[in-house]
């Protein structure tokens, strides 16, 4: 079984509309959970942390659920530029820094 | 500031040749990391560094070398190229304060 899963899409989504995704973690004892977002045949950047309250950056909201490990990210009002790969990530190993990435969502934001 | 720099962009090698790819911060961070990410796959931790002068294995460490002789600098030495080490390498940075990396723009490898 993988560390972390996620459904690799593609999600297709007109402009303007809301579109969500999850991915699920294996190690109960993770701390530390993030979406990282890659474009085409770029580097990955944090798009956003997540926090046990669940949390909010501008359109984009970020859910954790311990009991049933898994997290998701809610992207509203959809932009073109949005199109993009999200990668789910987990700091599950005991030493610090040590993160399990995900394969990734595509989202393509069509017209 | 740079931030995180990768040579080279792109190289294609012969089975069994050598190469180093370089990686190149000027975060002063003492953490870095390699990772190779093959397609539908996600990224693979292949070494890591805490400090300059310590380095230790990921998960996939086979077929690679590091050495960390500076903060700045975290080159990752590929000994007889075989296919199977045909992806896109990128090198991170980070620090203990928070878990955000910091990614290089990578470099893609061909091992014909």
Redesign the interface.
């Known amino acids: 079984r993988?560390e972390?899963e996620q459904d690799?899409g593609p999600f297709n989504v007109p402009e303007g509309a809301t579109v969500a995704f999850n991915c699920t973690y294996s190690n109960s004892a993770s701390q530390?959970f993030?979406w990282y977002r890659q474009d085409c045949r770029?580097?990955?950047?944090?798009l956003m942390?997540v926090y046990s309250s669940g949390n909010e950056d501008g359109r984009f909201t970020a859910q954790l659920n311990r009991a049933s490990q898994y997290i998701s990210l809610l992207i509203r009002d959809s932009k073109l530029s949005d199109s993009a790969t999200y990668?789910c990530v987990v700091?599950g190993d005991d030493s610090?820094?040590?993160?399990?990435?995900?394969?990734?969502t595509q989202v393509v934001v069509t017209p | 500031n740079a931030g995180v720099t990768q040579t080279p962009k792109f190289r294609i090698l012969k089975i069994g040749q050598s190469m180093t790819l370089q990686c190149a911060q000027d975060m002063n961070h003492n953490?870095m990391?390699w990772?190779r990410q093959d397609p539908?796959?996600?990224?693979?931790?292949i070494y890591?560094s805490?400090g300059a002068g310590i380095t230790d294995k990921?998960e996939v460490p086979n077929g690679y070398n590091v050495s960390r002789s500076t903060t700045e600098d975290f080159p990752l030495r590929l000994e007889l190229a075989a296919p199977s080490q045909t992806s896109v390498y990128?090198c991170a940075t980070?620090t203990?304060n928070y878990?955000?990396?910091f990614?290089?723009?990578?470099t893609r490898l061909t091992v014909l």
């Open positions: 993988k972390v690799p530390s993030f770029k580097e990955p950047k944090l942390s990668l700091n610090w820094g040590k993160l399990q990435f995900g394969a990734g | 953490y990391y990772y539908g796959m996600g990224l693979k931790l890591y805490v990921g990128f980070g203990r878990n955000e990396q990614f290089g723009p990578g």
